[in-house]
């Protein structure tokens, strides 16, 4: 029987062949995949992106404070009565102070959203953290 082999053992052989084959052309699609999505901050270190998130984040708490602040004294109360020209001085104002108002929401929400950008970047690294995770899930996921 020396020249004999298994016919299970070349089964094996060649299953575990199909599955590496299979895994390595799923790891390479999903590669692909994952490298086609912008990801405008993979090329900072993680301790500049968590330095980024940490200052943004100052940022947009200072910028809210000061946004229901203004908020608060920017109500707009139009009186009615008066002369044309006053009735336009006031129409001009309340308009002024709505588009203040609202020039102070589009950057806390800029910056919320950079935030938010930031923070996702960092949950995309630690989900593949360690290396042999991220290989895993490329190669198991289809």
Same mark, same amino acid.
């Given at each position: 029987?020396?020249?004999?082999?298994?016919?299970?053992?070349?089964?094996?052989?060649? %299953?575990?062949?199909i599955l590496g084959v299979a895994?390595?052309?799923?790891?390479?699609?999903? +590669?692909?995949?994952?490298? +086609?999505?912008?990801?405008?901050?993979?090329?900072?270190?993680?301790?500049? %992106?968590?330095?980024?998130i940490s200052a943004y984040q100052?940022?947009?708490?200072?910028?809210?404070?000061?946004?229901?602040?203004?908020?608060?004294?920017?109500?707009?109360?139009?009186?009615?009565?008066?002369?044309?020209? =006053? /009735?336009?001085?006031?129409?001009?104002? +309340?308009?002024?102070?709505?588009?203040? /108002? /609202?020039?102070?929401?589009?950057?806390?929400? !800029?910056?919320?959203? %950079?935030? !938010?950008?930031? +923070?996702? =970047?960092?949950?995309?690294?630690? /989900? !593949?953290?360690?290396?042999?995770?991220?290989?895993?899930?490329?190669?198991?996921?289809?």
């Open positions: 029987m020396a020249g004999k082999s298994d016919p299970r053992v070349a089964q094996t052989v060649i %299953l575990l062949l895994g390595g052309w799923n790891y390479h699609r999903n +590669a692909t995949i994952e490298n +086609a999505v912008p990801r405008p901050y993979r090329g900072y270190s993680d301790q500049e %992106l968590q330095q980024m100052g940022e947009v708490e200072i910028q809210m404070a000061r946004y229901r602040k203004a908020g608060d004294a920017n109500k707009v109360v139009v009186q009615g009565g008066g002369l044309l020209e =006053e /009735r336009i001085d006031e129409f001009e104002r +309340a308009q002024r102070a709505s588009r203040e /108002r /609202r020039d102070r929401a589009y950057k806390v929400t !800029d910056n919320q959203i %950079l935030v !938010d950008q930031l +923070a996702k =970047e960092q949950m995309i690294r630690e /989900r !593949d953290r360690p290396v042999y995770k991220m290989i895993f899930r490329r190669v198991t996921t289809f």
